[in-house]
T-cell receptor
Framework: EDQVTQSPEALRLQEGESSSLNCSYTVSGLRGLFWYRQDPGKGPEFLFTLYSAGEEKEKERLKATLTKKESFLHITAPKPEDSATYLCAGLTQGGSEKLVFGKGTKLTVNP | DARVTQTPRHKVTEMGQEVTMRCQPILGHNTVFWYRQTMMQGLELLAYFRNRAPLDDSGMPKDRFSAEMPDATLATLKIQPSEPRDSAVYFC?????????FGSGTRLTVV
């Protein structure tokens, strides 16, 4: 069964304190690994897609990396506005491709 | 910016009533997903369509849920009869393979 697991469930950081979120996956024939950001009361907002092991993508203070078993979202010198829930999802292969989500990491950045 | 529009944003209904949620996907997108989000389960895939054809609805309770896409500008999710355990936020997402945009969701409360 395709599965995506995120850790930790919640993370509190001080402003400027860098850290990483983990996403481990068992998705047969992974076609892509997605990261989304979700703010309270809103839908997930797309951040990155990674397609192959070794790939990295950056956006402002965020950098996503991918290995054959997991992905990391590195947050460098976070600010309070980075507080949100970060979701990771694997895109399965085949004619019935679909996004399988982890349960997310709730990040709180204190000023 | 193009966006996925969901209506209504909030719905409170009594147990046993029919509920219809609507989604207007982004023009040109050929894939539409329906997800349900709860605190306990996170984002669960209910159904999805490619070029308006249903591809997978294995995540949906068939006895009470139905999903349709009568035309390229409208996707619907119906629950009949509704039950308190259906209370959740329902998201629609549209996109092309590998690039998906979520709507703001319909928050459903069944009392």
């Amino acid at each position: 069964e395709d599965q995506v697991t995120q850790s930790p469930e919640a993370l509190r950081l001080q402003e400027g304190e860098s850290s990483s979120l983990n996403c481990s996956y068992t998705v047969s024939g992974l076609r892509g690994l997605f990261w989304y950001r979700q703010d309270p009361g809103k839908g997930p907002e797309f951040l990155f897609t990674l397609y192959s092991a070794g790939e990295e993508k950056e956006k402002e203070r965020l950098k996503a990396t991918l290995t054959k078993k997991e992905s990391f979202l590195h947050i460098t010198a976070p600010k309070p506005e980075d507080s949100a829930t970060y979701l990771c999802a694997g895109l399965t292969q085949g004619g019935s491709e679909k996004l399988v989500f982890g349960k997310g990491t709730k990040l709180t950045v204190n000023p | 910016d193009a966006r996925v529009t969901q209506t209504p944003r909030h719905k409170v209904t009594e147990m046993g009533q029919e509920v219809t949620m609507r989604c207007q996907p982004i023009l040109g997108h050929n894939t539409v997903f329906w997800y349900r989000q709860t605190m306990m389960q996170g984002l669960e895939l209910l159904a999805y369509f490619r070029n308006r054809a249903p591809l997978d609805d294995s995540g949906m309770p068939k006895d009470r849920f139905s999903a349709e896409m009568p035309d390229a500008t409208l996707a619907t999710l119906k629950i009949q009869p509704s039950e308190p355990r259906d209370s959740a936020v329902y998201f629609c997402a549209s996109g092309l393979p590998g690039d998906y945009t979520f709507g703001s969701g319909t928050r459903l409360t069944v009392v």
